[in-house]
């Protein structure tokens, strides 16, 4: 079956430094790849997306490239803010329906 | 453009008894999820509506729980009985057709007692 597997937490960061939050996948076929976040009280909200190998998604600063060599989809951020302080889930779809979750990964930005 | 609404936010219940959940989807999405999120995991699907019809109800434990969407629009998720580790949050989400994109709600916090 499908499965996500995420860096865990907590990371707890300066403001302006750089962010990688690491994400590997198993999966059958050739899914597509999400990250979604969380921010406190909130529900989950897309961050960004990438539908086939060597795509880039990209949103608000924050980057990931869908890598199938290594079947990772690693976020990163050049310079993180403390409104970044968020929970961060990776995320697979294959053929478009439900979503398969990683466990999430809490960011905690200091100023 | 209204979002994935839910009610009740919160819900507090002593085990044992009955609970109900409710979702307003966004107008036009024709996919509707349930997931169900435990504290500190990521949400894991309960079951997943494709207009009425229910076409992945795998995770679903239906002994006590149950869920409909009729005309295709509204859901609502039961649990009866409630037991001590039903509590979590159960969240809702909708999919424009073939997207995959998912848009959640805020999410029904509940806590058994």
């Known amino acids: 079956g499908n499965s996500v597997t995420q860096m865990e937490g907590p990371v707890t960061l300066s403001e302006e430094a750089f962010l990688t939050i690491n994400c590997t996948y198993t999966?059958?076929?050739?899914?597509?790849l999400f990250w979604y976040v969380q921010y406190p009280g909130e529900g989950l909200q897309l961050l960004l997306k990438?539908?086939?190998?060597?795509d880039k998604g990209s949103n608000k600063g924050f980057e990931a490239t869908y890598r199938k060599e290594t079947t990772s989809f690693h976020l990163e951020k050049g310079s993180v803010q403390v409104s970044d302080s968020a929970v961060y889930f990776c995320?697979?779809?294959?053929?478009?329906?439900?979503?398969?979750f990683g466990s999430g990964t809490q960011l905690t930005v200091l100023p | 453009e209204a979002g994935v609404v839910q009610s009740p936010r919160y819900k507090i219940i002593e085990k044992k008894q009955p609970v109900a959940f409710w979702c307003n989807p966004i107008?036009?999405?024709?996919?509707l999820y349930w997931y169900l999120q435990n504290l500190g995991q990521g949400p894991e699907l309960l079951i997943r509506?494709?207009?009425?019809?229910?076409?992945?109800d795998s995770q679903l434990p239906k002994d006590r729980f149950s869920a409909e969407r009729l005309k295709g629009v509204d859901s609502t998720l039961k649990i009866q009985p409630a037991e001590l580790g039903d509590s979590a949050v159960y969240l809702c989400?909708?999919?424009?057709?073939?997207?995959?994109?998912?848009?959640f709600g805020e999410g029904s916090r509940l806590t058994v007692l």
């Open positions: 107008s036009g999405h024709n996919t």
């Open positions: 995320a697979l779809s294959e053929l478009n329906r439900q979503l398969t």
């Open positions: 999966a059958t076929g050739y899914p597509s």
């Open positions: 990438a539908t086939k190998a060597d």
């Open positions: 989400a909708s999919s424009p057709e073939n997207t995959g994109e998912l848009f």
């Open positions: 509506y494709e207009n009425e019809e229910a076409v992945d």
